[in-house]
T-cell receptor, first 115, second 111 residues
């Protein structure tokens, strides 16, 4: 299947700093990318949907000024957690889909720990 | 978005066939059913997708009755490495695009 790569796999940052997570589609053009957050023992929660060249659409309750999403090319989307706090510590996962293949493929996730 | 209901957990033994059922009573006409597998600290992995009747691939089968209000993921001869969380999603044909992840089913395979 298609490959979606996230970087970094894990990151530890100090409270108040910003962290950027990259999501790349390696072998297909991702017209749409999705960002999820997953807390321990819980399901995935969709945070936002981004289309290449457009502003991201955020789900209700997700602060767009805190979670900045940029989808500048057909192979790269970034999620920046600004002014991170310990409660932002979570597992962040991206997924991507293009016109072909039609299913969405997930990255391996990024474990963010804010101390 | 169609809401899905799955058992919270299931136990099985190596070599057995496992069937995980998902209820989706308000599935829409254009909705597909997609199943994902997730290991701890990893992103979900696509398993299988279907619209009606039966779909089979190299790792699983998906059974969908005529009314499409439920579906069953069948894993033949599970092994310890199949221990994971399994999610059933209902939505647009391209899988997790805008579908909502339910609580998933934690499958534990015992030796």
């Amino acid at each position: 299947g298609a490959v979606v790569s996230q970087h970094p796999s894990w990151v530890i940052c100090k409270s108040g700093t910003s962290v950027k997570i990259e999501c790349r589609s390696l072998d297909f053009q991702a017209t749409t990318m999705f960002w999820y957050r997953q807390f321990p023992k819980q399901s995935l929660m969709l945070m936002a949907t981004s289309n290449e060249g457009s502003k991201a659409t955020y789900e209700q309750g997700v602060e767009k000024d805190k979670f900045l999403i940029n989808h500048a090319s057909l192979t790269l989307s970034t999620l920046t957690v600004t002014s991170a706090h310990p409660e932002d510590s979570s597992f962040y996962i991206c997924s991507a889909r293009g016109t072909e293949p039609t299913e969405a493929f997930f990255g391996q996730g990024t474990r963010l720990t804010v101390v | 978005l169609a809401k899905t209901t799955q058992p919270i957990s299931m136990d099985s033994y190596e070599g057995q066939e496992v069937n995980i059922t998902c209820s989706h009573n308000n599935i829409a006409t254009n909705d597909y059913i997609t199943w994902y597998q997730q290991f701890p600290s990893q992103g979900p992995r696509f398993i299988i997708q279907g619209y009606k009747t039966k779909v089979t691939n190299e790792v699983a089968s998906l059974f969908i009755p005529a009314d499409r209000k439920s579906s069953t993921l069948s894993l033949p001869r599970v092994s310890l490495s199949d221990t994971a969380v399994y999610y059933c999603l209902v939505g647009i044909p391209w899988g997790a695009g805008k579908s909502t992840f339910g609580d998933g089913t934690t499958l534990t395979v015992k030796p």
